[in-house]
């Protein structure tokens, strides 16, 4: 009996220390919409110029393939995603192009 008091209570200490990890890190993620060019795709990375000149990595492992397959170098688009702390990346979620974008 006691040896299964003890299992329970270590699994539930490792649960608490890990449920105390793992949120922290879901909750640093922070969601971005923004506006720019296509400058290129290949794969499933994409490269946007914002209008103030800078350039956004965009990994669309996220994104269905349909909303950036027909998308062509220098078209406008918005892009709503999440920046992920530790990486020099947005996680793209969507991809719109900018003429068929709607105002939140």
């Known amino acids: 009996m006691a040896m299964r008091m ?14 105390g990890v793992l949120e922290p890190a879901a909750a640093q993620d922070r969601p971005v919409r923004f506006d720019g060019r296509v400058q290129w795709i290949a794969g499933q990375v994409m490269a946007v110029q914002l209008d103030n000149g800078l350039s956004v990595s965009v990994d669309l492992l996220r994104v269905r393939q349909d909303e950036y397959a027909v998308l062509t170098r220098g078209e406008r ?3 709503i995603g ?9 996680i793209g979620i969507s991809v719109v192009r900018s003429g068929d974008a709607q105002a939140p």
Do not use: Q
């Open 82 to 90: 999440v920046v992920a702390d530790g990486r020099r990346t947005v």
């Open 6 to 19: 003890r299992t329970g209570f270590m699994i539930l200490t490792v649960s608490v220390v890990l449920a």
């Open 77 to 79: 688009i918005v892009v």
